[in-house]
Every structure is written in structure tokens, then in C-alpha cells.
């Protein structure tokens, strides 16, 4: 099993994390929370300079590769957006050249956003698992360094917000995290098991890529195919066989939520909040929404892990009627 980052691990990376930005706000907000039919609060990762959680992790990673030795010449990875995004800050901040692979028909405005920073953008393949394969292929073949989805030191860094999230909202009693890769799921583990909180952790996964429920009901790695319209950072063919480590121990169990169910926390979050959630940033509200009559007295916590929807998908969510 992948061992975990230790408190003193993650304090460190948190001092790091906070030279670039602040900590994220949480917030019980009385809308959601009379929608749920308890207290509700959320963490607002969507308030970070690239609006989502993942930014954190490569911080951390890039510090991690500087204390080793040299930089590399290049760096080159495959997302869907939101950690090529958190690639491509650090590696700008550190001088190095980033190349990030996207499949075919992934958000135009997270490829703008990766562009902005610098990032070189080759769309490759029509799901993540695709980019990824093709993304390994081409830094073996230019001698670059390629960034995982999934890496110890990638959960250090993400591992701050759930640092930040339990430390302020010390009685949570469960929380729900969506599962693209699993820094997000192992993260909140990780920062549990670090303070030694009792709050329950939740996995949340779509139910149109279901590679990771799949795999924890099988204990092993099971291929699942991805359909999800809305949900691009859940979108996943393959797990990752540490993060599933992880997960099979630190998990209380897992929900899966349709691109409905999606829809609507993403159109209720609006409503409640004038918060912008993306498909992913807004399963951990749908998940407790489902679950919401087995919620009653607790404290519920749901990350709103980003918001980098395109305006046209976004504006489609908000033009269906709530249920």
C-alpha cells in the first residue's frame, strides 16, 4: 500500500501552498443546507487561481522534483483539464517547458486556461485513458519527464485542503469527495488519518465511468467504460492501483450519481450559493442529496472541487427547470 503523507508532511506542504494563495474558504450555507435537511458546508477549491483543488498537487510535486536534483527539460502529462492546468503553473513557475495531451472534444475552455499559462496542447484520443497512454509513449520517445495523475507526492499537496477543511470544521461528522483518479479520495484519507478526525470519508463516482467502484467491489483493477456527458473530472476508464489501495481501506463506502443527479446539484449549488460548480465539482452535493434522508443531525461536508465549466454546458444546466 502507498503510504500516506504523515501531519508534518502535510503541514509542510500546506506552507507552500499557502506562498501562492490562501486558504480556501468553507461555508455552512443555509440554502444548501435546508435542501439537504442539515447542516451543510462547503469547501470552495473552485476559489483557487486555477478554480479547482488540483493545483495544489502540483505545487507540491514540482518542490518535490526540486529538492531531488535537477529539473527536468520538459515535462509532459494528460488531463482533462484541471490538472493540466495545475502542471502547467508549476511547471511556468519553475521554468519548464510543459506539454500537456488532451483527447478529442475536451473543454475549449480548459484548453484556453492551459494555453494561457503557457502550456503546448496536443489533443490526442478520445477518452483520458487514450491521452495517457500517448502522453508516456511521447516522453519516452523526447527523453521528458512525464507527471502522473497519481502520486505520493501529488496526495501530500491536495492533501492540504482536507487539512484546511477539518481543521476549520472540526465536527464533520461525513464528507464526500468525487474519484477522478484518486489524489482528491486518497487526499481526504490521507489528512483523516493525519488528524486523527472520526469524520466518515465518502467516494463519489460517476455512474457512467465506474472503473473505480467497479474495482473496490472486485479488489482489483476493473476497466469500466466512460459515457459521462457532464462529469470530465470523474472521467476515467482505469484506476489507479495505489489510489485503489487507499481507497479500499479509508473509504466508508461509495455513491455513484448520474449526469441527472450531476445536472441538478450543479443547478442547485447556483441557486443556493452563486457558486459555479463543474460536473465533478458538483457530484460530492449530488451524492449527499441522494443519501440526504440518512444525513438528518449530522454535519455534511462536500468539496466543491472546481469550476471550470464551459459557459455553453453551464448555461444549459441552468435553463432546466429544478425538480
Not at 187 to 204: D, M, N, P, T
Not at 237 to 247: F, G, K, N
Request: aromatic letters at 6%; hydrophobic letters at 50%.
Amino acid at each position: 500500500m502507498t503510504t500516506l503523507p504523515t501531519l508534518a508532511e502535510i503541514e509542510r506542504a500546506a506552507a507552500l501552498v499557502h506562498r501562492e494563495f490562501p486558504a480556501t474558504p468553507q461555508h455552512r450555507w443555509a440554502l444548501a443546507s435546508q435542501r439537504l435537511g442539515t447542516d451543510c458546508w462547503l469547501k470552495h477549491e473552485n476559489h483557487t487561481p486555477v478554480g479547482a483543488f488540483k493545483i495544489r498537487g502540483g505545487l507540491n510535486y514540482f518542490a518535490a522534483l526540486a529538492a531531488a536534483g535537477p529539473l527536468p527539460a520538459e515535462v509532459i502529462s494528460a488531463t482533462r483539464g484541471n490538472h493540466g492546468q495545475s502542471i502547467g503553473w508549476a511547471a511556468r513557475a519553475h521554468g519548464v517547458p510543459c506539454t500537456i495531451v488532451v483527447p478529442h472534444g475536451n473543454s475549449v475552455e480548459k484548453n484556453a486556461a492551459m494555453r494561457a499559462l503557457g502550456v503546448t496542447l496536443i489533443e490526442h484520443g478520445h477518452d483520458f485513458q487514450e491521452s495517457r497512454e500517448f502522453a508516456i509513449g511521447l516522453a519516452a520517445e523526447r527523453g521528458a519527464h512525464m507527471v502522473p495523475s497519481f502520486h505520493p507526492a501529488l496526495v501530500q499537496g491536495v492533501a492540504t485542503y482536507w487539512w484546511e477543511f477539518l481543521r476549520a470544521v472540526p465536527q464533520l461528522d461525513v464528507a464526500y469527495v468525487p474519484i477522478g483518479q484518486g489524489s482528491g479520495a486518497c487526499a481526504a484519507v490521507a489528512a483523516k488519518r493525519a488528524l486523527g478526525h472520526a469524520v466518515r470519508i465518502v467516494g463519489v463516482v460517476s455512474a457512467h465511468a465506474t472503473t473505480y467502484a467497479d474495482s473496490l467491489a472486485a479488489g482489483r483493477v476493473v476497466e469500466a467504460p466512460v459515457t459521462t456527458r457532464l462529469a470530465d473530472g470523474m472521467a476515467c476508464r482505469v484506476a489507479d492501483a495505489q489510489a485503489l489501495s487507499i481507497l479500499a481501506e479509508g473509504l466508508d463506502h461509495v455513491v455513484q450519481v448520474t449526469d441527472a443527479e450531476v445536472a441538478h446539484a450543479m443547478h442547485a449549488l447556483f441557486v443556493d450559493t452563486h457558486n459555479v460548480a463543474e460536473g465533478a465539482g458538483a457530484a460530492g452535493f449530488a451524492a449527499a442529496l441522494q443519501e440526504r434522508a440518512a444525513l438528518r443531525g449530522l454535519a455534511v461536508g462536500a468539496v466543491l472541487s472546481g469550476g471550470n465549466v464551459d459557459a455553453p454546458v453551464f448555461a444549459e444546466v441552468l435553463s432546466t427547470k429544478e425538480q
